[in-house]
């Protein structure tokens, strides 16, 4: 059974879009030394709500990092989440855009595909998302940040950032008590 736009809303339930910062879940992860499992991980940020999109952005700046990431990739991929960034053959063009080209991207295509949503819930962490927050905000979009707080200062997400949202989650024991586990069972 399928729910049209105006169904949903009339409902209660939202149209929501889920857009991950790759970069920003790397850094997460590393630090917290787990394993996400998207696709467990998007239907507790959407509950109870419909989902309308998810997309992962990740820049892969040479072949040391594309075959460093491939799994995880195909791991998302396989979750039903869209995969988007630039390729190392990408970069070559002109090496100087080698870092947060995927943030353009992913600001750029959450506006333009933004116009039947009624939530963006934004796990990311960088300042420069601000603009995004405030253009989706603009255009009567809630916007929730989820990250993990419980990270070293270097990789937290801005304060400025989750002030501008207009909620923000903290994922820090959820992440850890649900995905650490795995790490032990082959999981990258």
């Known amino acids: 059974m399928t729910v049209s736009d105006t169904g949903a809303r009339e409902s209660g339930i939202e149209n929501v879009a889920v857009v991950f910062d790759g970069s920003h879940c790397d850094r997460l992860r590393k630090a917290l030394a787990l394993s996400i499992r998207f696709e467990e991980l998007v239907s507790r940020l959407v509950h109870p709500h419909r989902l309308a ?5 990740k820049d892969l700046r040479d ?6 990431q491939a799994a995880l990739l195909m791991r998302v991929a396989s979750s039903g989440i869209a995969v988007k960034g630039s390729l190392p053959e990408d970069m070559r063009i002109d090496s100087r855009e080698r870092y947060g ?6 600001a750029v295509e959450t506006l333009t595909n933004c116009e039947n949503l009624d939530r963006v819930i934004l796990f990311a962490g960088d300042r420069k998302q601000v603009p995004l927050v405030r253009a989706l905000q603009d255009r009567g979009i809630r916007v929730v940040v989820t990250t993990a707080l419980d990270v070293p200062t270097a990789i937290r ?3 400025l950032l989750l002030d501008t949202a207009d909620e923000y989650r903290d994922l820090s024991d ?3 008590s ?3 586990r ?4 082959g999981f990258e």
């Not at 999109?53 to 952005?57: D, E, L, M, N």
């Not at 072949?63 to 460093?68: D, H, L, M, Y």
């Not at 795995?182 to 069972?185: C, E, G, L, Y």
Request: no cysteine.
């Open 174 to 176: 959820y992440l850890v």
């Open 178 to 180: 649900n995905f650490q």
């Open 63 to 68: 072949e040391a990092e594309r075959k460093g």
């Open 182 to 185: 795995h790490r032990a069972k």
């Open 101 to 106: 080209t995927n943030l353009v991207e992913l």
């Open 53 to 57: 999109r998810a997309v992962y952005y």
């Open 157 to 159: 997400a801005s304060p």
